[in-house]
C-alpha cells in the first residue's frame, strides 16, 4: 500500500520516467488531448463525471510527487470568444496549490496557439485528460531536477 496520496499506477509509472526538462500536460476536459499530443507522450483519461476531477486536485497529487521549475497555463488571448477580463478564476486555485506545496514557481502563460505547440513537442511525456469544467485550466508542468 502505498503512502502518498498520489495512486493512479500509470501516472506514477510515467512520472518516474520523466527527466530534467520533461513536460507533463494536465488537461481539462475541454482540451483536445487526443490530437494535441508530444509523439512519445502517453494519455490518461481521468474523466469520472463532469468535473471530477479537477486540473487543480491533479496538479496538487502530482506537486507533491516530482521536483517542478515551470508552471505554464493556456494564456488567454483577448480575442478568443471564451476570454474573460482578467485572469481566469482557477488560476488563483493554482497559486494557492503552488504555495502550498513550497513551490516558488510563478504560473507562466503560454498564449493559446504557442501551448498547443509547445505540448506537441518531443519533452512532452504524460497527458492527464480530467473532466474539469473549467475554462483556461490547461496546466503545462516543466520537471525539474532532484536536489541533495
Known amino acids: ?40 507522450a502517453e494519455l490518461v483519461c481521468l474523466q469520472l463525471i463532469p468535473g471530477v476531477p479537477t486540473v487543480a486536485q491533479v496538479l496538487k497529487a502530482i506537486l507533491e510527487n516530482l521536483p517542478i521549475d515551470h508552471v505554464h497555463t493556456m494564456g488567454v488571448d483577448p480575442t478568443d470568444p471564451y476570454a474573460q ?7 488563483a486555485e493554482y497559486r494557492q496549490i503552488l504555495k502550498a506545496v513550497g513551490l516558488k514557481t510563478n504560473l507562466e502563460p503560454i498564449m493559446k496557439w504557442d501551448f498547443y505547440k509547445a505540448v506537441e513537442s518531443s519533452d512532452h511525456v504524460l497527458t492527464v485528460q480530467t473532466a474539469d469544467q473549467a475554462l483556461w485550466a490547461n496546466v503545462l508542468l516543466k520537471v525539474g531536477v532532484r536536489t541533495p
Not at 502518498?4 to 527527466?19: E, K, Q
Request: proline letters at 11%; glycine letters at 8%.
Open 1 to 40: 500500500m502505498l503512502k502518498t496520496s498520489l495512486l493512479h499506477p500509470d501516472i506514477l509509472r510515467m512520472l518516474a520516467r520523466c527527466g530534467h526538462h520533461s513536460t507533463i500536460l494536465i488537461a481539462d476536459g475541454n482540451y483536445p488531448a487526443c490530437s494535441k499530443i508530444g509523439p512519445r
Open 85 to 91: 477580463s482578467g485572469d481566469p478564476p482557477v488560476w
